[in-house]
């Protein structure tokens, strides 16, 4: 059967989380998602603090939704972030990527390279590190609005990667219909995992393949209505800074 995963989710046990992972449980349950995939901050956490993000999933999961922990690690600039998955213990905090993404190899995890437009992290990205990476997010709802990212298309391309959308969740602004779809036949951690390193899963948006030829012929139109919408919340500001 084939189902929906929210990915690059935060609660607030992250810093910068608004939603406490029972609410996540409901609000992504009502939009017809099976899975969440959730990646909390490593800023600030600790292997105590992971024990507890991984029991808050299990309680927070129902019969219709699978909360699964994760982890989102950066660089000690802040620049290069990777999204990890599975039964790996907490790496730290500011740990060079290429020693993450080895540490998550070893361990049998999974890796996403989140964001990559963000702070221009595509332009530290290492060839190598490709082998450790399950796939490269193309379209993250925070920093690339209602558009697939073409620069994060070309590196993902680039090293054979999974096209990954997530929604970079932390409040309302970033809900947006991105999935993940999987083709599994049960919905467990283990499942969606082997899922995804099996290449069993391919991005959508309204229920379309983003790599489909619809999507494709629309991204000029989607482009420029993100071009439009960050016009528009630039003017916001200023006027809010005037008044």
Known sequence: MTVLAACHVHSNL??????TLEALSDKFSRAGYRVVLMTEHDRGFSPERLCQLRQLCDAASTRDLLMIPGIEYS????QVHVLVWGDVPFLGENLPTGETL????????????AHPFRRNA?????PNWG???????????????????RTAHDLQRS???????????????????????????TVTERAVLDCIRARRVNPRVFGLEVEGQLVRHASPIL?????????????????????
């Not at 992250?14 to 939603?19: C, K, N």
């Open 122 to 126: 595509w332009q530290c990205f290492e």
């Open 131 to 149: 082998e450790a990476l399950a796939g490269i997010e193309v379209w993250n709802r925070k920093y690339d609005g209602w558009a697939p990212n």
């Open 102 to 113: 080895r540490r998550v190899k070893e361990a049998g995890g999974v890796a996403v390279l």
């Open 14 to 19: 992250s810093y910068d989380g608004s939603y």
């Open 75 to 78: 660089d000690a600039a802040n």
């Open 223 to 243: 482009e420029a209505a993100e071009a439009s919408r960050k016009k528009a919340a630039r003017a916001s500001r200023k006027m809010k800074l005037r008044v």
């Open 159 to 185: 090293v054979g990667a999974i096209p990954f959308v997530g929604l970079d969740f932390h409040t309302e602004r970033q809900f947006f219909p991105l999935a993940m779809a999987m083709d599994i036949a």
